[in-house]
């Protein structure tokens, strides 16, 4: 079992950037990839970003591509999202997640989720 906690979120204006954290505990051994998702308001759970655990290999929605950054810190067993350049459709829940076997955008690929945190960006 591995447990993910996601901190970071917030409220801030357009233009602005967050750095959102996710922190894995438990039996992270077998962890292959590592990703992070989003759900707006009505809407439905979109991929945003992975990162291949082992070698740092990065893979991005192609509409966020250029002002979002995963990354992972091996000693601290945790998985960081940098966003900048924030707009109000990015508002939504951003969930953090694990998959034991793959580097994916889908969301059944993925063996562990967060709970989420909030990001709310302003006009």
């Known amino acids: 079992q591995v447990q993910l906690v996601e901190s970071g979120g917030g409220l801030v204006q357009a233009g602005g950037s967050l750095r959102l954290s996710c922190a894995a505990s438990?039996?992270?051994?077998?962890?292959?990839?590592m990703g992070w998702f989003r759900q707006a308001p009505g809407k439905e759970r979109e991929f945003v970003a992975a990162?291949?655990?082992?070698?740092?290999?990065?893979m991005y929605a192609d509409s966020l591509k250029g002002r979002f950054t995963i990354s992972r810190d091996n000693a601290k067993n945790t998985v960081y999202l940098q966003m900048n350049s924030l707009k109000p459709e990015d508002t939504a829940v951003y969930y953090c997640?694990?998959?034991?076997?793959?580097?994916?955008?889908?969301?059944?690929?993925?063996?562990?989720w967060g709970q989420g945190t909030q990001v709310t960006v302003s006009a």
């Open positions: 990162i291949r655990w082992s070698t740092g290999n990065e």
């Open positions: 438990g039996r992270t051994a077998s962890r292959y990839a």
């Open positions: 997640a694990a998959s034991n076997r793959y580097v994916s955008v889908v969301r059944a690929d993925y063996d562990y």
